[in-house]
């Protein structure tokens, strides 16, 4: 099975936090959802399997902010945290065999947050640690290894605010025998650390194991302009799950919600081979995202088959390449 799909747009998740706290669960520790995979492991796969169920074809696991120094300051040792990042795929393998019988195709990627993320200080919206390329990779390594050994389909590299910690991770990731997608978190056209979108593809565009990029952690008006920076410099497939347009002021998110189904297929229209959401997007914006691009692919196949057959070989053309996922 490839990622992305040859000639299907697929549908990834939404927030993964949001539906666990809709669930009633308190997200307020330092290790965010990755508290769960300690305190409730069973609501993780229901979140997933809500996902699932809406229409995504990837869901991405509770290890956005985990690390080893987070485990460690709740007082969980080396191997005890290795395990649970272990977990974290496992719980997502569990959704997913749940839901087997429809014999959909169906992705789990492991998720990798930013240095920031594991800071729990919102550096993961600036970049700029003050840590080399060097000292960043030796610190997405060794989880790395670990998420990479337990199994998913793919790493998701998510939320990077920054170029040089993109250049680190490309080191971190290059022989651990997984692909990988690298997510950028953007405000306009810019990174979060201030470097122009342009540099900041640039930078992935000829890592073999960085299968597809794109943006995430944004919002929704960002998206349409970076997919064109996107294809220009990298020519990989290309996915983009924002957030719901809401702002966050340290407490709460507030203001009005601007994603949607219909901005959605846009983002396909305009080159994207995979659309979801990140903070605040819920089961039923993914279901809302699936019914639409359901919608319309078969219309185009339809419309296709009248004119001409070949149309996978078309949108194959438009997605891009795609590359071997081992696994399901």
Same mark, same amino acid.
């Given at each position: 099975? =490839?990622?992305?799909?040859?000639?299907?747009?697929?549908?990834?998740?939404?927030?993964?936090?949001?539906?666990?706290?809709?669930?009633?669960?308190?997200?307020?520790?330092?290790?965010?959802?990755?508290?769960?995979?300690?305190?409730?492991?069973?609501?993780?796969?229901?979140?997933?399997?809500?996902?699932?169920?809406?229409?995504?074809?990837?869901?991405?696991?509770?290890?956005?902010?985990?690390?080893?120094?987070?485990?460690?300051?709740?007082?969980?040792?080396?191997?005890?945290?290795?395990? #649970? #990042?272990?977990?974290?795929?496992?719980? /997502?393998? !569990?959704?997913?065999?749940?839901?087997?019988?429809?014999?959909?195709?169906?992705?789990?990627?492991?998720?990798?947050?930013?240095?920031? !993320?594991?800071?729990?200080?919102?550096?993961?919206?600036?970049?700029?640690?003050?840590?080399?390329?060097?000292?960043?990779?030796?610190?997405?390594?060794?989880?790395?290894?670990?998420?990479? !050994?337990?199994?998913?389909?793919? #790493?998701?590299?998510?939320?990077?605010?920054?170029?040089?910690?993109?250049?680190?991770?490309?080191?971190?990731?290059?022989?651990?025998?997984?692909?990988?997608?690298?997510?950028?978190?953007?405000?306009?056209?810019?990174?979060? /650390?201030?470097?122009? #979108?342009?540099?900041?593809?640039?930078?992935?565009?000829?890592?073999?194991?960085?299968?597809?990029?794109?943006?995430?952690?944004?919002?929704?008006?960002?998206?349409?302009?970076?997919?064109?920076?996107?294809?220009?410099?990298?020519? =990989?497939?290309?996915?983009?799950?924002?957030?719901?347009?809401?702002?966050?002021?340290?407490?709460?998110?507030?203001?009005?919600?601007?994603?949607?189904?219909?901005?959605? !297929?846009?983002?396909?229209?305009?080159?994207?081979?995979?659309?979801?959401?990140?903070?605040?997007?819920?089961?039923?914006?993914?279901?809302?995202?699936?019914?639409?691009?359901?919608?319309?692919?078969?219309?185009?196949?339809?419309?296709?088959?009248?004119?001409?057959?070949?149309?996978?070989?078309?949108?194959?053309?438009?997605?891009?390449?795609?590359?071997?996922?081992?696994?399901?």
């Amino acid at each position: 099975m =490839k990622f992305p799909a040859r000639g299907v747009p697929l549908v990834l998740d939404g927030g993964l936090a949001t539906e666990l706290h809709a669930r009633g669960h308190d997200l307020s520790d330092h290790l965010w959802s990755a508290r769960l995979l300690v305190d409730d492991p069973a609501a993780i796969v229901a979140a997933h399997r809500a996902f699932y169920l809406a229409g995504a074809a990837v869901v991405t696991t509770a290890s956005y902010q985990a690390s080893f120094a987070g485990f460690a300051e709740r007082g969980v040792g080396h191997a005890d945290a290795a395990a #649970l #990042l272990r977990r974290s795929v496992e719980l /997502a393998d !569990a959704a997913r065999d749940d839901l087997a019988q429809d014999r959909r195709d169906r992705w789990v990627a492991a998720s990798v947050g930013p240095y920031g !993320a594991a800071l729990a200080d919102g550096s993961e919206y600036r970049g700029r640690y003050g840590l080399s390329i060097a000292e960043l990779a030796a610190w997405h390594r060794p989880r790395l290894e670990v998420l990479a !050994a337990a199994g998913p389909d793919l #790493l998701a590299l998510e939320t990077i605010p920054d170029v040089d910690e993109a250049e680190a991770l490309v080191d971190a990731v290059a022989g651990l025998g997984v692909p990988a997608w690298l997510t950028y978190t953007i405000a306009g056209s810019r990174t979060r /650390a201030g470097q122009p #979108l342009a540099d900041a593809f640039a930078a992935v565009a000829e890592a073999p194991d960085i299968v597809a990029v794109g943006v995430n952690c944004c919002a929704p008006g960002d998206v349409a302009p970076a997919i064109a920076v996107a294809r220009e410099v990298t020519g =990989k497939p290309i996915l983009v799950y924002p957030n719901s347009g809401q702002g966050w002021d340290g407490q709460h998110w507030t203001g009005p919600r601007a994603f949607s189904a219909e901005l959605a !297929a846009g983002w396909i229209a305009d080159g994207a081979c995979a659309v979801g959401g990140c903070c605040q997007v819920t089961p039923a914006d993914i279901a809302a995202v699936s019914e639409v691009l359901r919608s319309i692919t078969a219309r185009g196949t339809a419309r296709a088959a009248e004119r001409a057959p070949g149309l996978e070989q078309h949108q194959a053309r438009r997605c891009g390449p795609a590359d071997p996922v081992p696994g399901r």
